[in-house]
């Protein structure tokens, strides 16, 4: 079964410094995407960036990338020079990828808070 | 491009009633998918809908259903409404239901029940 980690409940971080969010998963599917959501405190979910299992390259967004370690199936967010509205709940999400039929569904991990400190 | 809308935003139901939330996609968007969102479960998904067909359904009893018009439009209903079925419910829609495609959420319906 399909699996995502996060165990970082919360996170600290000083304004314009990097931080690097968590994230394992679990699939026996070689084909899958994986990606990161902000939830801010008004509930919506907004789409910061997405790799796929057979990219070559880590995904990168603006200030948002993505170390993904596919051996060792862990795809951690970076976010550089933080700012005071980078404080939000972050969800780590995958899906299996199935490129003949339906996409399947997103299963999220559990979250982790950030707070920016100024 | 207009994003993802819901309604209503918020609601307050009684134990043993029914609900009918709405969620209307980006236009040219024809997947739909429901999730549910709880302190304690976290983000769960309900069912994806494309063309009109549910495509996916997730592990919630059959008090949970959906469906999805011509027009993409989405409703999810719950009947006999339970105290644990309080919840913030987020709709997403996407382009199309195979490969690699994001889904853009809407800002979710807050579902209180009493």
């Known amino acids: 079964a399909q699996k995502i980690t996060q165990t970082q409940p919360g996170m600290f971080v000083q304004e314009k410094e990097a931080v690097t969010l968590d994230c394992t998963y679990d699939?026996?599917?070689?084909?899958?995407?994986l990606f990161w959501y902000k939830q801010p405190s008004s509930g919506e979910m907004i789409f910061l960036i997405y790799q796929g299992s057979y990219d070559q390259q880590n995904a990168t967004e603006g200030r948002y990338s993505l170390n993904f370690q596919k051996a060792r199936k862990s795809a951690n967010l970076v976010i550089s020079a933080s700012q005071l509205g980078d404080s939000a709940m972050y969800f780590c999400a995958m899906r299996e990828e199935d490129y003949g039929g339906s996409q399947g569904n997103l299963i999220f991990g559990k979250g982790t808070k950030l707070s920016v400190k100024p | 491009k207009a994003g993802v809308t819901q309604t209503p935003r918020y609601l307050i139901k009684t134990r043993g009633q029914q609900v009918t939330l709405s969620c209307s996609p980006i236009s040219g968007h024809r997947s739909v998918s429901w999730y549910q969102q709880t302190p304690g479960q976290g983000l769960q998904f309900l069912f994806e809908?494309?063309?009109?067909?549910?495509?996916n359904k997730g592990n919630f009893p059959g008090r949970f259903s959906g469906r999805q018009f011509s027009n993409s439009r989405s409703e999810m209903n719950v009947s006999t409404l339970e105290l644990g079925d309080s919840a913030l419910y987020l709709c997403a829609s996407s382009p199309w239901t195979s490969g690699r495609s994001e889904q853009y959420f809407g800002p979710g319906t807050r579902l209180t029940v009493t």
């Open positions: 809908y494309f063309s009109e067909t549910q495509r």
């Open positions: 699939t026996s599917d070689p084909s899958y995407g």
